[in-house]
């Protein structure tokens, strides 16, 4: 089904690597919730407080982990709201939470419009909880949300 891991291997070329803040509860549960269909070869969470050769790689793409989660398929990197739409098309869309989920954000369109709202919710949560920003970016005065 879907594994943590912090190394991209040989053992998870053509897998789905979703890039996530393992720390934020709305994001745990979502990555915990979602399913992709069994010809992607599976769903494999990656930490992104956990130094990794994908963080590595969205941080060389310029990619702000601390403003949208990464989905890499292949060689190509899906940021925020393209992430998930793309998950969304991918899923297995068996059981509510994955039938809802791919009626919402199966349109870029919907998904760049509810992306934003989603992950200031988020935030509002992990300021709530004092948790400190990734800043996979190295930003000055950037470690709180």
Excluded at 45 to 73: N, Y
Excluded at 80 to 87: H, R
Excluded at 112 to 131: A, D, E, F, G, Q
């Amino acid at each position: 089904m879907f594994h943590y891991d912090c190394r991209v291997t040989d053992r998870t070329r053509g897998r789905a690597l979703l890039l996530y803040d393992r720390e934020c509860p709305l994001c745990e549960l979502y990555c915990r919730r979602v399913r992709v269909n069994a010809a992607t070869g599976g769903l494999l969470l990656v930490d992104a407080r956990t130094p990794s050769e994908l963080l590595a790689q969205v941080t060389a793409a310029g990619l702000d982990i601390d403003q949208g989660m990464v989905l890499k398929l292949d060689d190509q990197l899906y940021y925020g709201a393209d992430a998930i739409a793309a998950l969304a098309l991918m899923s297995s869309r068996l059981g509510f939470f994955n039938r809802i989920n791919y009626w919402i954000f199966r349109s870029r369109a919907v998904s760049r419009c509810l992306y934003p709202v989603l992950r200031s919710m988020r935030n509002l949560v992990l300021k709530i909880l004092h948790k400190h920003r990734i800043n996979n970016l190295g930003k000055a005065n950037n470690d709180r949300f």
